[in-house]
């Protein structure tokens, strides 16, 4: 039997759809869930174009009760990855999935990192640091944005000449390339290096 997995996603779910289709032909891993806070994401046609069960959330639910847990213990998901999800993880919800919630930040933390910092945020701030590289960070989550264990990163170039798209566009690729399998080989309990 798979292992099932829940993915997490408020925005156009690039990072969702590598994962989807990386584990669409796997017998060890199933994306069972892809968990959205906003009812017009992108992320939950391409999970009902893949076949993949899509679920909205709203925010009182999501911090005033535990029903998320009833929802994902009942599809059995052992795993969630957080994909561009922007809403901090209740410690309820850390505490039911010890060491099994990931996120992926779009900078090489701890730079760059913490409330307010996603997407070109990030990139904009690191191109005003003047920073000669950025990258991506997978870590574990915890109840505070961005702080968890990480468990790898990837580095590129931050060009001169390079606008915030440009660098948004590099840490993409990094992130597409890198996350289905990191994932992966935390599930298998094999050594993560991307
Ligand atoms: C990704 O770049 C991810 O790293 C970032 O949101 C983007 C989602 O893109 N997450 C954060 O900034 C979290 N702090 P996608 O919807 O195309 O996968």
Redesign the pocket.
């Known amino acids: 039997m798979p292992v099932s997995i829940a993915v997490f ?10 994962i989807m289709q990386h584990f669409q032909h796997s017998d060890a891993v199933q994306v069972r869930l892809v968990v959205s806070n906003k009812a017009d994401a ?2 939950l046609e391409i999970a009902r174009d893949m076949g993949v069960e899509t679920l909205v959330i709203n925010r009182t639910e999501f911090y005033h009760s535990e029903t998320i847990v009833e929802e994902l213990r009942r599809r059995d998901i052992r795993f969630i990855a ?5 809403w901090l993880i209740p410690e309820y919800l850390v505490q039911a999935f010890p060491r099994a919630i990931v ?4 900078a090489l933390l701890p730079k760059f ?1 913490g409330k307010g ?3 070109a ?2 990139h904009e701030a690191v191109k005003q640091a003047g920073e000669t590289e950025s990258g ?1 960070t997978i870590h574990y989550v915890d109840e505070h ?2 702080e968890g264990q990480p468990v790898f990163q990837a580095r590129c170039p931050v060009l001169p000449t390079d606008t915030a798209t440009d660098i ?1 566009r590099r ?2 690729e990094l ?1 597409h390339r890198h996350f289905p399998l990191v994932i992966e080989q935390l599930l298998l309990n094999l050594p993560v290096v991307g």
């Open positions: 996603a408020s925005g156009t779910g690039s990072n969702a759809r590598r992108g992320v957080l994909a561009g999800f922007l996120n992926i930040h779009p990192g910092m996603y997407g945020h990030v991506i944005y961005d948004a840490v993409l992130e």
